[in-house]
């Protein structure tokens, strides 16, 4: 089976290209033989909390078949969001938009990782007592966990190395109790890492709307970049991961 994912849509009235670009995106999955079983959206759907730019992410996921399953990133804000993307997100619990789904065998747990006021994430108490209780419920079952901000550490924006979440720590002790959980999809960085956490496999996709400049962390927008989605195929109690454009 394949997993889709489709990442950092940041939908803005002043950036129309960015509709086009999440437009391309969503007929390239849909032009994929086989199509892919399932999508996941890892956060950062429109970038400045416009309700019209969460309407038009619903018109374009609309068009996907099958599955979507979604989480909010920093940019994204909680009304909206799920307000446009009830069909495909979880409801507010504690001002956090978990969500639970699954691809054939396969569990995927979505974790909202929002810190409110800033840019950067958390592994909040309140999240930590829901991700305990999911993973408990299917401690043998292939799970992934999926969030906006990646879990390792990487270049903050003020040029240090650090964590993109706070209380990154308590996340990787769970994780270490749950071999079950096969790897973590991150969005946030708009490039691709692959990093491990906790013995596990954990990667950023590239953004649908325009890649970050590493060295930088800048967004500066590549004008030339396509609209970018990765394929997570399910094989043999495995993901294996690749681009897709
Ligand atoms: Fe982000």
Redesign the pocket.
């Given at each position: 089976m394949i997993l889709a994912q489709l990442s950092?849509f940041h939908l803005s009235s002043t950036n129309p290209e960015r509709t086009e670009r999440l437009a391309r995106a969503i007929g390239h999955l849909m032009a994929q033989d086989p199509r892919p079983d399932a999508v996941v959206v890892t956060?950062?759907v429109a970038d400045r909390g416009e309700p019209a730019m969460y309407a038009q992410a619903a018109k374009q996921l609309s068009l996907l078949s099958m599955p979507i399953f979604a989480v909010p990133?920093?940019?994204d804000w909680t009304e909206p969001f799920r307000e446009s993307l009830a069909p495909w997100c979880g409801q507010v619990e504690n001002g956090f938009l978990n969500h639970v789904g699954e691809m054939g065998d396969l569990r995927l747990i979505g974790l909202d990782s929002r810190r409110p006021g800033s840019q950067q994430g958390q592994f909040s108490p309140q999240s930590k007592a829901w991700l305990e209780a999911r993973l408990a419920e299917q401690p043998d079952r292939p799970t992934v966990l999926f969030l906006?901000h990646p879990p390792f550490r990487t270049k903050l924006r003020n040029g240090s190395i650090g964590h993109q979440i706070e209380g990154v720590e308590a996340l990787e002790a769970l994780l270490r109790q749950y071999p079950n959980v096969v790897q973590i999809l991150c969005?946030?960085l708009h490039r691709i890492y692959a990093v491990p956490v906790a013995g596990i496999i954990a990667t950023s996709a590239p953004s649908v709307a325009y890649q970050a400049i590493v060295e930088h962390w800048h967004e500066k927008e590549d004008a030339d970049i396509r609209p970018t989605a990765t394929l997570h195929y399910w094989t043999d109690g495995q993901l294996i991961s690749r681009l897709s454009w």
């Amino acid at each position: 089976m394949i997993l889709a994912q489709l990442s950092d849509f940041h939908l803005s009235s002043t950036n129309p290209e960015r509709t086009e670009r999440l437009a391309r995106a969503i007929g390239h999955l849909m032009a994929q033989d086989p199509r892919p079983d399932a999508v996941v959206v890892t956060g950062d759907v429109a970038d400045r909390g416009e309700p019209a730019m969460y309407a038009q992410a619903a018109k374009q996921l609309s068009l996907l078949s099958m599955p979507i399953f979604a989480v909010p990133g920093n940019r994204d804000w909680t009304e909206p969001f799920r307000e446009s993307l009830a069909p495909w997100c979880g409801q507010v619990e504690n001002g956090f938009l978990n969500h639970v789904g699954e691809m054939g065998d396969l569990r995927l747990i979505g974790l909202d990782s929002r810190r409110p006021g800033s840019q950067q994430g958390q592994f909040s108490p309140q999240s930590k007592a829901w991700l305990e209780a999911r993973l408990a419920e299917q401690p043998d079952r292939p799970t992934v966990l999926f969030l906006h901000h990646p879990p390792f550490r990487t270049k903050l924006r003020n040029g240090s190395i650090g964590h993109q979440i706070e209380g990154v720590e308590a996340l990787e002790a769970l994780l270490r109790q749950y071999p079950n959980v096969v790897q973590i999809l991150c969005g946030h960085l708009h490039r691709i890492y692959a990093v491990p956490v906790a013995g596990i496999i954990a990667t950023s996709a590239p953004s649908v709307a325009y890649q970050a400049i590493v060295e930088h962390w800048h967004e500066k927008e590549d004008a030339d970049i396509r609209p970018t989605a990765t394929l997570h195929y399910w094989t043999d109690g495995q993901l294996i991961s690749r681009l897709s454009w």
